[in-house]
Nanobody, 118 residues
Framework: QVQLVESGGGLVQAGGSLRLSCAAS????????MGWYRQAPGKQRELVAD???????NYADSVKGRFTISRDNAKNTVYLQMNSLKPEDTAVYYC????????????WGQGTQVTVSS
């Protein structure tokens, strides 16, 4: 059974930084395109960044230049470095393997809460 466990969230002031981690068990992430998603209260879950197996990355316009996605295949872990955080970044953040623009491969984990105060 595949499990994705997100961690690293917390409460931070605007302009601060956080580093999220996503550790997987039950499958290897190395050959998969991995994505970080977020869901704010009352909004749909959205893809904020993804990284292909070869290392190519894509970012939503709202986080471009502030967030960096990376992966460590030896640790079967994906990271999201978030800098210059804004209150509008407040959300629960999830990781998953991206299948298509709107589909993911695995069940969602519990996510990690990021709260940015102004």
């Amino acid at each position: 059974q595949v499990q994705l466990v997100e961690s690293g969230g917390g409460l931070v002031q605007a302009g601060g930084s956080l580093r999220l981690s996503c550790a997987a068990s039950g499958t290897s992430l190395s050959a998969k395109t991995m994505g970080w998603y977020r869901q704010a209260p009352g909004k749909q879950r959205e893809l904020v960044a993804d990284i292909a197996s070869g290392g190519n990355t894509n970012y939503a316009d709202s986080v471009k230049g502030r967030f960096t996605i990376s992966r460590d295949n030896a640790k079967n872990t994906v990271y999201l470095q978030m800098n210059s955080l804004k209150p509008e970044d407040t959300a629960v953040y999830y990781c998953n393997a991206k299948f298509t623009i709107s589909l993911v491969l695995f069940s969602w984990g519990q996510g990690t809460q990021v709260t940015v105060s102004s």
